[in-house]
């Protein structure tokens, strides 16, 4: 619900600030100071689960149209699941002993804040576009963008987990031949992901030279934030009079 999801980004921005050395296992950290930090790393697992949870909540039983935003944000829900659970392997001090500073860590980091936030970025775009330039993309496109995306960057970062399970050092310009197997498939996931940009492109050059005039709120009923009572694109001078919410019941 609306509080638990309140609750839990406060807890995580609060517990974020006493974690930071989970990037210090090893550092020469006490074995007291690495349990505490191990523990209070782990804790910030419990309100991100209550965030993932409600969003898979919301949904469940809803009446959804796939339509291009929806399957983003579903893309960014599992790519951050997974960077999730890989950062409470990494939470533990006797682990990352082992896999700090290794490509596992690479993995996780990607997975959490650089694909997950890729494809919330992706799934905004597809929500506002229209709204921002008057025209509609296709979606037909916009599908073919995320799956081609979607595989590729598993390709990329998911054999990186192996590559640091199997010990490979991050930040170094060369590698061994036993690592070339699952660096290999990362480069091809990479290619393939920098395919879909080009869809992307496709899309929005489609979107301008035969899009469809987009309505003002082209989403319909779900949509109630005050741009969907505007024309698309919104003039330049909007209300001419403060709007008034009556509506409490949208958060």
Same mark, same amino acid.
């Given at each position: ?55 898979? &909540? ?12 929806? !399957?983003? /944000?579903?893309?960014? *829900?599992?790519? +951050? ?38 494809t919330a970025l992706f799934a905004g775009?597809y929500y506002w576009f229209p709204k ?5 993309h296709s979606e037909f496109l916009s ?34 031949? &036993? ?12 290619? !393939?992901? /920098?395919?879909?940009? *080009?869809?992307? +492109? ?50």
């Amino acid at each position: 619900g609306y509080l638990g999801m309140a609750y839990a980004m406060v807890a995580i921005g609060v517990v974020g600030f006493i974690v930071w050395a989970h990037h210090m296992y090893t550092t020469g950290l006490t074995v007291n100071t690495k349990m505490y930090f191990t523990a209070a790393t782990m804790v910030i697992a419990v309100p991100t689960g209550i965030k993932i949870f409600s969003w898979i &909540a919301t949904m469940w039983g809803g009446s959804l149209e796939f339509k291009s935003p929806l !399957v983003w /944000a579903i893309g960014f *829900i599992f790519l +951050f699941t997974v960077g999730g659970v890989t950062g409470v392997v990494l939470a533990n001090g006797g682990v990352d002993d082992v896999l700090h500073d290794t490509y596992y860590v690479v993995a996780h980091f990607h997975y959490v804040l650089s694909l997950g936030a890729v494809t919330a970025l992706f799934a905004g775009f597809y929500y506002w576009f229209p709204k921002m330039s008057g025209r509609m993309h296709s979606e037909f496109l916009s599908h073919v963008h995320f799956w081609i995306f979607f595989v590729g960057v598993n390709m990329i970062f998911f054999p990186q987990h192996f590559l640091g399970l199997q010990g490979m050092p991050r930040r170094y310009p060369d590698y061994a031949e &036993a690592y070339a197997h699952w660096n290999e498939i990362s480069s091809i996931g990479y290619a !393939v992901m /920098a395919f879909s940009l *080009i869809v992307w +492109f496709v899309n929005i050059i489609y979107a301008f030279t035969a899009g469809k005039k987009a309505e003002g709120n082209y989403w319909g009923e779900g949509a109630t934030t005050l741009e969907w009572t505007l024309s698309s694109p919104p003039p330049y001078h909007q209300f001419e009079t403060l709007p008034v919410i009556e509506d409490a019941g949208h958060h």
